[in-house]
């Protein structure tokens, strides 16, 4: 009787020791660890409606981000440039990070020079030429505009808002304005 409990023991130990470091083992009632997965655009007999996907909660806000106060439209452009000001000190480090930011983000469609003459325009797969950032009408334009502008989107330019950092938009409009047009 004793051995029997002894193997008994050491059965249910070996058989809750995994058996490699990769193995997770035996699991007790795996269908509560491991739902059913749905795919994003799959039919979902639990949801009332049956999609998968949820939009968010109406009015709610993602972590770490602060909602932009500024309309996508002229007066939210207008606005942004009254009350926006780049918050950083300009500095050659400043100025290098805001460099590799441009030539990540921006200079496939204006261009390394900032001319609007970038890869996408050039190659063809853009048919309308993107807008000079050294052009006089450029120079004018206010720091809160340009990052109204990277954020919102402007004509056939999309927001970059989702792409591009709050405070690495500052950092390329510092290049642009202290660099690009200086030339």
């Not at 909602?67 to 300009?90: K, Q, S, T, V, W």
């Not at 797969?125 to 990277?150: N, T, W």
Request: with cysteine; net charge negative.
């Amino acid at each position: 009787m004793t051995s029997l409990v002894v193997t008994s023991v050491i059965f249910v130990f070996l058989m809750g020791c995994d058996r490699t470091r990769m193995d997770k083992g035996y699991e007790y009632f795996p269908d509560m660890a491991h739902g059913p997965a749905y795919k994003t655009y799959s039919e979902n007999p639990a949801m009332e409606d049956g999609k998968t996907m949820r939009y968010p909660v109406a009015g709610t806000v993602p972590r770490n981000i602060i909602p932009y106060a500024y309309e996508a439209d002229l007066d939210g452009r207008e606005m942004a440039g009254r009350e926006l000001f780049n918050p950083h000190a300009i500095t050659e480090r400043l100025l290098e990070e805001g460099e590799e930011l441009y030539a990540i983000f921006c200079s496939n469609c204006h261009g390394k020079a900032g001319d609007g003459l970038g890869s996408l325009f050039t190659g063809g797969s853009y048919v309308i030429p993107p807008s000079s950032l050294i052009s006089e009408e450029a120079k004018a334009y206010s720091q809160g505009e340009i990052y109204h502008v990277i954020s919102a989107g402007w004509g056939v330019m999309g927001a970059h808002a989702p792409l591009v950092r709050p405070d690495d938009r500052w950092k390329i409009i510092a290049f642009i304005e202290e660099v690009l047009q200086a030339q």
